[in-house]
Structure formats: C-alpha cells, structure tokens
C-alpha cells in the first residue's frame, strides 16, 4: 500500500484538483482501492466530492473521539473510492494544540495508525491525501503517514525565490519526517507564455527533487468542473486539464510501480 501526501504551503497552485484528479484515476481507471484523506479546513476536496453533511470526518480521528478509521469514511459514490472528509473542526484542532487547551495525544501519528490499520486489514492499496498551505497538526499527520510527496507548483513561480522556497518547504518537511521521499513536482496551470516556459525550464535544470515531465495545461473547464462538484475527469473528459490529468497518472504509475500496489 502506498501512501502519496500532496503539499504545498503556497494555497491555489493546484494540490486539490491534484489530489481529486489523482484519486478519482487510481480508482475509475486502474481500479486501485483508493481512500481520499482531506486535510484541510477549508474541505475543497470534500466538496468535490461528497455531498453537504453533517460529518466529523478527519476531526474525528485527530481529535481522537473516533477510534477506528471505518468510522469516519465515506463512500463517495465512485467506484473503489472512499473518502475521510474535512471540516472546520480541523480549525479546533490547531487551536486546542496551541493553546494547550485540551491537549491532544497521539495527533502527529494519527494518521500514521490509521495507514497500519489499513494496511493489516488490506482494506486499500493506495492513500491520496489533500494538505492545506500549512503545518497545521493535520499537515503533520499528513506528512508523517506519507510515503512520497507530491508538490503542484505554479509554473511561473520558479524565479531564484520561488526555488529557495521549494527547498525551504522540503527541508521543512524532512525536518518532521527524515525517511519520508519527494515523487515530484508537477507543474500545473501551464500555458503558453514566454515566463511559464522560461520558469518551466528554470525548474527542471535547478530543482533539487524530480520534476514530473508531464504538466497540466490551464483549462476554465477545470474552473467549471469546481463549480459543478466534480472530477474534471467526469465533467470534461476530454479537456486540456483532463486528458493531461490522464497523463501524469499513467507516468506516476509506472515511475511509482503502482501496478503492483
Ligand atoms: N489546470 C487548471 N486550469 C485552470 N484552473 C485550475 C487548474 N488547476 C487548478 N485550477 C483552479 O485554481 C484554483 C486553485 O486550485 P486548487 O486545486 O484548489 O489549489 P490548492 O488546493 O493548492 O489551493 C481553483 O479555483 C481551481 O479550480
Ligand atoms: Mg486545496
């Protein structure tokens, strides 16, 4: 079982449409049993793909009030997908730990267990969780539970600083899980534009980690599909994003020996 973290501390560079696109291929079209970890408050990967309720989700395990993961899974209606929704009671948990209000035991590995847990009960073959732009406690979790990281980057955010802040951001990660691998960076909102190009290749000679050769192109449909609450996989198949989508997992699957998973 295979564990991928996709991260970012930059918000809108495209971690939640990564991880939706990434999650709905491995179930839909490799028919991997995958489960959706959202790690962030603000529950994007959630709306994309459960319907509005009333669920404790991962709050629940991290505030530690749901002991087993079956708990706080959802079916998300695809099929081979689960999904352990957010909500802003992740918000709660940052606070009770920084406030030392309640303080919680065993947050940094709750998702570590649930992973082991998992895995003895072989009940998935690949994990796919959805960080928000921060070191939040569940970021952490996220983190320490991960296998291999997976960064979306801006393709025209790759000046001298926007490199020392990807290095930054991977020595941070490192710092709280030494073992922990970084799969790639994956380029996403790419267009044609003399600084996307430039950046691009800035980025592919400079970067300290590899940079998938697949990028994803800037589509509105990707926009729309938000919108409409789903995969752009389901909404527009055969757009630009989607077909690019496509891709990148076929390529990640074979450098990842997913097949196998
Ligand atoms: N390939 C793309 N083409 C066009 N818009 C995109 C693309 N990828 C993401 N977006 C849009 O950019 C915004 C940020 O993407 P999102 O995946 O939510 O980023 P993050 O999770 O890093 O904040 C969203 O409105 C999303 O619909
Ligand atoms: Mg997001």
């Not at 079982?1 to 179930?27: D, E, P, Q, S």
């Not at 989700?57 to 899974?73: C, R």
């Not at 998935?124 to 921060?134: L, R």
């Not at 490199?163 to 044609?192: E, N």
Request: charged share 25%.
């Amino acid at each position: 079982m295979r564990t991928f973290a996709i991260l970012n501390m930059k918000g809108g560079v495209g971690k939640t449409t990564t991880a939706v696109n990434l999650a709905y291929l491995l179930a839909a079209e490799y028919r991997l049993r995958t489960l959706l970890i959202d790690a962030d408050p603000q529950a994007n990967a959630t709306h994309a793909l459960l319907p509005d309720g009333d669920r404790t989700g991962l709050a629940g395990l991290l505030g530690g009030y749901a002991t087993v993961y079956d708990e706080v899974v959802a079916p998300s209606g695809i099929p081979n997908l689960d999904v352990i929704p957010a909500s802003e009671e992740l918000w709660g948990i940052d606070l009770n730990e920084r406030t030392g209000d309640r303080p919680l035991h065993g947050t940094a590995s709750a998702l570590r267990d649930l992973r082991d847990a998992a895995m003895e009960d072989d009940a998935y073959d690949v994990i796919v969780i959805d960080c928000p732009p921060n070191f939040s406690a569940a970021c952490v979790a996220a983190i320490n539970a991960a296998n291999s990281i997976i960064i979306p980057v801006l393709p025209d955010a790759f000046s001298a600083a926007g490199m020392d802040s990807l290095v930054y951001q991977i020595d941070g990660v490192r710092k709280i899980h030494p073992d922990v691998r970084v799969a790639g960076c994956l380029v996403t909102q790419w267009h044609r534009a003399d600084v996307v190009e430039d950046a691009t290749a800035h980025l592919r000679s400079e970067s300290p980690v590899p940079v998938f050769d697949t990028v994803i192109r800037r589509t509105d449909k990707v926009l729309e599909a938000t919108w409409a609450r789903e995969p752009v996989q389901t909404w527009s198949p055969f757009s630009a994003a989607a077909r690019d989508y496509r891709a990148w997992v076929k390529e990640l699957v074979r450098k990842e020996g997913l097949e196998n998973a």
